[in-house]
């Protein structure tokens, strides 16, 4: 059974830092894309950091490049997720997801939200 768990997430204030983690089992993370998306009230889901099992690279979204940064863990087949500098228009729910046994990049992924399952998702409130 694949089972995506977030946590970290939190209230911080602007300029502040957190890092969200997904623990992902039922799967290997080694043949598997898997990233993170946001949405916040009203608006649309959208693929924040994404990394490709076609190339071992990770996509980013503009709105985050320098600010946020993906890894992995394949020992612990946990993913992270951490965001730094971070600005009120961060304040969202974000979900991990995961493509399995899927080649893609990175970027097909975040921009066409390639995945097989969703994890619950974790808020991300970033205010004064």
């Known amino acids: 059974q694949v089972q995506l768990v977030e946590s970290g997430g939190g209230s911080v204030q602007p300029g502040g830092s957190l890092r969200l983690s997904c623990a992902a089992s039922?799967?290997?993370?080694?043949?598997?894309?898997i990233g993170w998306f946001r949405q916040a009230p009203g608006k649309e889901r959208e693929g924040v950091s994404c990394?490709?099992?076609?190339?071992?690279?990770?996509y980013y979204a503009d709105a985050v490049k320098g600010r946020f940064t993906g890894s992995r863990d394949t020992a612990k087949n946990t993913v992270y997720l951490q965001m730094n500098n971070l600005k009120p228009e961060d304040s969202a729910v974000y979900y991990c997801?995961?493509?399995?046994?899927?080649?893609?990049?990175?970027?097909?992924?975040?921009?066409?939200?390639?995945?097989?399952?969703w994890g619950q998702g974790t808020q991300v409130t970033v205010s004064s």
């Open positions: 039922g799967f290997n993370l080694d043949y598997s894309a």
């Open positions: 997801a995961a493509k399995i046994a899927f080649l893609t990049t990175g970027q097909a992924m975040c921009v066409n939200h390639l995945r097989d399952y």
């Open positions: 990394f490709g099992s076609a190339d071992g690279r990770t």
